[in-house]
């Protein structure tokens, strides 16, 4: 490169590799001895690795014949069936105030006949999303289709809301849509027991 006399204004420009120089016109009144570098480096793209996973199914699956069962008391095992190929998961946790379902199991395999095997704690209830092909499916819960006793209306708390939930389906059959959580005691009638079952468990909820 070549250094700017004073006097004069050198600018110079940095691009990959090379630094490329060039003097500019004289100022006639005025002597520089400062020399202005600027720097335009091309900065390097950044490629976002595009992932490895391939999913065969376009539609969203179809999930089918549920079941979970415990493989022995540290362990359980869920398996269902999708309507078109996809890869399965699980994402589960214990049931909380906060609802979150904070341990994923991938099955990585793709198939219509899914198999996950998840960790458990004995004397423990959990929420569990079966995911597949990354779309999650509605929440159930296991062991016990809701483990907070008194929780009619399903909120994690045990409260008057509780107590309104099953005064509107009373004496209504269980059977019929989700009456069955106003039969807080299930003895298969909604009724002043149920009431009171509520009422001993006012103010409790989930952890
Ligand atoms: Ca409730
Ligand atoms: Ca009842």
Redesign the pocket.
């Known amino acids: 490169m070549v250094w700017p006399s004073a006097g004069s204004t050198m600018m110079a420009t940095l691009t990959t590799g090379s630094l490329v120089t060039s003097e500019l016109p004289e100022v006639a009144s005025e002597t520089v001895n400062e020399v202005t570098v600027a720097v335009s480096a091309t900065r390097p793209t950044k490629v976002k690795p595009s992932r490895a996973k391939m999913l065969t199914g376009l539609g969203i699956p179809v999930v089918v014949h549920v079941s979970l069962a415990e493989v022995c008391s540290a362990s359980s095992s869920a398996t269902w069936t999708t309507d078109i190929p996809a890869e399965g998961g699980l994402n589960y946790g214990t049931v909380s105030l906060s609802g979150a379902t904070p341990n994923t199991v991938p099955e990585n395999a793709v198939g219509t006949s899914h198999s996950v095997t998840f960790a458990i704690a004995a004397g423990t209830n959990y929420k569990i999303i079966l995911v597949n092909n990354e779309i999650a499916g509605s929440s159930f819960y296991w062991p016990r289709p809701w483990p907070i006793e008194g ?9 008057i ?2 107590l309104i ?1 099953i005064r509107n389906k009373l004496n209504q059959a269980v059977g019929t849509g989700d009456n069955w959580k106003a039969d807080v005691n299930e003895d298969t009638r909604i009724n002043i027991l149920d009431l009171i079952f509520v009422r001993n468990k006012l103010n409790t909820q989930c952890p």
Request: proline share 0%; glycine share 0%; aromatic share 8%.
């Open positions: 929780d009619a209306n399903m909120d994690c708390r045990v409260n809301l509780d939930f």
